[in-house]
T-cell receptor, first 110, second 113 residues
């Protein structure tokens, strides 16, 4: 079992829909990253959070440390949001190692 | 700023050949990382560096070597290429620790035949 699990693996939505991508982890982490990988392969960091909630435009990320769970929400989804979304946790104890989920492939149709 | 740049973008190697993947960042970041991404799998950390002259192994270091002689550059060396090293390689950097936002390069696609 992977230390970081994402669900769903694939997600298809219609433009305008509210999207939720989930990330659960079985190890202790000090921070959680959400990344976006474009169809061309480039990776962009969206959020880094260790508690609570962060918002950037139409994107919202939440984390519940006690439940070892994080969610990424996209409001008013758009075809340009189509990408692979990856969560990664930084292990506790001063480690520089990030443990990555396998990603959720999102397709937003017009 | 160019951010994080990687060269080459794509390379085909024969088994047993050697090559160096180049990574340069112009953000004066202390921390630099090398990851590999295999199809259907999550990114895995190969090596990382917390500053010039300091490197350490990640999750999958076997078959690779790194050096960090300057703040800007963090090359990854493959000494004897094997088919298992066929992957996409990403270099990343951050200002401080892994709790900071990481900035990724565009990736190098490597095929070992």
């Amino acid at each position: 079992k992977n230390e970081v699990e994402q669900s769903p693996q694939n997600l298809t939505a219609q433009e305008g829909e509210f999207i939720t991508i989930n990330c659960s982890y079985s190890v202790g982490i000090s921070a959680l990253h959400w990344l976006q990988q474009h169809p061309g392969g480039g990776i962009v960091s969206l959020f880094m959070l260790s508690s609570g909630k962060k918002k950037h435009g139409r994107l919202i990320a939440t984390i519940n440390i006690q439940e070892k769970h994080s969610s990424l929400h996209i409001t008013a989804s758009h075809p340009r949001d189509s990408a692979v979304y990856i969560c990664a946790g930084r292990l506790e104890g001063g480690s520089e190692k990030l443990v990555f989920g396998k990603g959720t492939k999102l397709t937003v149709n017009p | 700023n160019a951010g994080v740049t990687q060269t080459p973008k794509f390379r085909i190697l024969k088994i047993g050949q050697s090559m160096t993947l180049q990574c340069t960042q112009d953000m004066n970041h202390n921390y630099m990382y090398w990851y590999r991404q295999d199809p259907g799998m999550g990114l895995k950390l190969i090596y990382y560096s917390v500053g010039a002259g300091i490197t350490d192994k990640g999750e999958v270091p076997n078959g690779y070597n790194v050096s960090r002689s300057t703040t800007e550059d963090f090359p990854l060396r493959l000494e004897l290429a094997a088919p298992s090293q066929t992957s996409v390689y990403f270099c990343a950097s951050s200002q401080m620790t892994g709790d900071e936002t990481q900035y990724f390069g565009p990736g190098t696609r490597l095929l070992v035949l």
